[in-house]
Nanobody
Framework: VQLVESGGGLVQAGGSLRLSCAAS????????MGWYRQTPGKQRELVAT???????NYADSVKGRFTISRDNAKKTVSLQMNSLEPEDTSVYYC??????????????WGQGTRVTVSS
């Protein structure tokens, strides 16, 4: 099982980026999916999560600017980031709770994709 992210890059403040993450491998089901971010010297922090039923949760710092979505059939999760600020500069990680069989699950992480917002 692996998670592969795409979509990071360099953008000016006020701009937009869209991150995508695809899960692949021997997957029975996927529960929560989400995005986290980490900057050097800081702990990894939650950005947004989404349940298999579509219920979302956002960090206060991104509410109203970021939108998380998922396609259960394609096993993908995306993060649309608008009105980006220099403070959003970080490495963004995709996360998913994946079951490879009934009752056998684990937390999986992508390799990270860098987002840089210039002022």
């Amino acid at each position: 099982v692996q998670l592969v992210e795409s979509g990071g890059g360099l953008v000016q403040a006020g701009g937009s980026l869209r991150l995508s993450c695809a899960a692949s491998g021997s997957i029975f089901s996927i529960d929560d999916m989400g995005w986290y971010r980490q900057t050097p010297g800081k702990q990894r922090e939650l950005v947004a999560t989404i349940t298999s039923g579509g219920r979302t949760n956002y960090a206060d710092s991104v509410k109203g600017r970021f939108t998380i979505s998922r396609d259960n059939a394609k096993k993908t999760v995306s993060l649309q980031m608008n009105s980006l600020e220099p403070e959003d500069t970080s490495v963004y990680y995709c996360n998913a709770q994946i079951f490879i069989s009934p009752g056998v699950g684990d937390d999986y992480w992508g390799q990270g994709t860098r987002v840089t917002v210039s002022s």
